[in-house]
């Protein structure tokens, strides 16, 4: 199953220094059978766009959190094995979590398809987003504005013998 990652660039550098994704479980996105239910008309393309913005704005949570780590959301791509997968038996509250899913083992860097990345130019709008996550999820207006006006911006894609140059 192909599941999107949150990270941080850091958490990317952390990466491709010990060539794995881990520790388990890992927070990740996926084409779940909640996202098709709930997105019937969508083919796979749109239902892939559709999970990998939930962990856009996961990686918002993960930046929230590291005050040191670069206003650039980044999200992980990567192939895991069914076995690997828990799909969240809560609730789906109000949309959100639709494709949510737990990673239950480390993922190691040849399952790793691509890399999303923030270019430099939407720092300003990740680094006000960052800052206002909190107040978004507790259901701020405002503050989902501003969560908002960092997803308009378009995640970078790196194939993963590109990932390196993000740091040199």
Request: hydrophobic fraction near 45%; proline fraction near 4%.
């Amino acid at each position: 199953m192909r599941v999107y990652l949150p990270s941080t660039l850091s958490g990317l550098a952390e990466i491709l220094r010990d060539r794995k994704l881990e520790p388990a479980p890992l927070t990740g996105y996926a084409v779940t059978p909640a996202l098709r239910e709930w997105y019937a008309s969508a083919d796979l393309e749109e239902l892939e766009y559709a999970a990998m913005a939930d962990a856009a704005k996961d990686s918002l949570r993960l930046l929230s959190s590291d005050p040191d780590a670069a206003s650039r959301r980044v999200v992980i791509v990567a192939e895991v094995p069914d076995d690997a997968i828990a799909y969240e038996s809560g609730d789906v509250v109000d949309g959100e979590d639709r494709a949510l899913v737990r990673v239950t083992r480390a993922i190691s860097f040849e399952r790793i398809v691509s890399g999303h990345v923030d270019d430099a130019e939407a720092e300003t709008d990740v680094r006000a987003a960052r800052a206002a996550i909190t107040a978004a999820d507790a259901g701020d207006d405002d503050a989902r504005f501003t969560v908002d006006g960092a997803a308009g911006h378009e995640l970078m894609w790196y194939a993963t013998q590109e990932l390196p140059h993000l740091f040199g």
